[in-house]
C-alpha cells in the first residue's frame, strides 16, 4: 500500500514519523475519514470544511499541502486501487524537538500529514446493514469539545470493547440522562414519520452524513426533530439508526437487551439507506 507523509508518496513501511509528534505524545491532532465507493470519493468537500474547522479551533496551522488534499486523496485512491473503501486523513500540530505542554512556534514547526487509504471490498452491502446492530449504553465521559474531530479516541475504543463484551455491536454514549451519540457515528431514533436526533452543539460530532441523511429525509417527506432523547425513549421507538462515513445509514435493532419493533432493521431506515447510497454515487 502507498501512503502519503509531509509531502510524499511512500511504501507504508518505508513511512515514518516522529516519537516527538504531538498527537502520539498528547493526542494533538485531527482526523478525517471519507469513504469510497465504485473508486469515487463521498462527500469530500464536507471534509474538508470540518477539517478545516477543526484546525481553527485548535489553532493549528493549515499545512502547506492543505489545498492539494483533494488531488492527494484521489492519487491514493488511484494508486492502490481502491473500488470501495476509505481514506484516513491525519493532521498534527507536528514535532517539535521536546515534549511540552506549551504549543511549539507555528513558524519553525510544520504540521504533519499523513493519509492512507483502506479497502473494504463491497463496503455499501455490509451483512450488518441487513442484520441490524445492537446497542448498549455506557455514560459519556469525553471531553466537552466533541465537535472537534481529534484524535482522541481511546475512550470511544473503550465503548466498543465494553459493546463486545456485553455481546454487543456498538455502545450509546449518555450525558445528563440523555444521548450524546455513538463511540464513532452519530444517533437516531425514528417515531411514526419522524427521526428525532440531537441538535448540533459541542456535545457531539457534526456529522457530515448526518447533514446528508437529514436532508434526505426532509426531501422524502419525513420530518426531522432534532432534540434531545434519552435511552427509555429509545428503547420505544419504532426504529433506529447511526450514521457515519463508514457505516452510511445502520440499522439498530436493540438497545440494551430491548428490541426495537419487531427485531428487524426498520423500513424507514432501509428507505434511507437506499436514498443515501443512491444520491452519493
Ligand atoms: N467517525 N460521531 C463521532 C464521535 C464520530 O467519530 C463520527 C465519525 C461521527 C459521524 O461523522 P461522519 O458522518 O462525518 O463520518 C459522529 C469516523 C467515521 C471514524 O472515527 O472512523
Redesign the pocket.
Known sequence: RTVFVNGEYLPEDEAKVSIFDRAFLMADGV?E?TSVLDGKLIDFD??AK?LERSLNELDIRKPAVFDDLLEIHRELVRVNGIEDGLVYLQITRGAPGDRDFVFPDPETTEPTVVLFTQNKPGLADSPAAKAGMKIISIEDVRWGR?DI?TVQ?LY?SMGKMMAKKAGADDAWMVQDGYVT??????AYIIKGNTIITRALSND??H????AAVLRFAKEAQMQVEERNFTIDEAKEADEAFI????AFVMPVIEIDGVSLGDGTPGARTARLREIYLDESR
Request: hydrophobic share 25%; proline share 4%.
Open positions: 482526523y475519514v464536507g471534509h470540518r466533541r474531530k479516541l470511544p451519540e455513538g463511540t464513532s457515528n452519530n457531539i460530532l456529522g457530515i452524513t448526518r450514521t457515519s462515513a463508514s
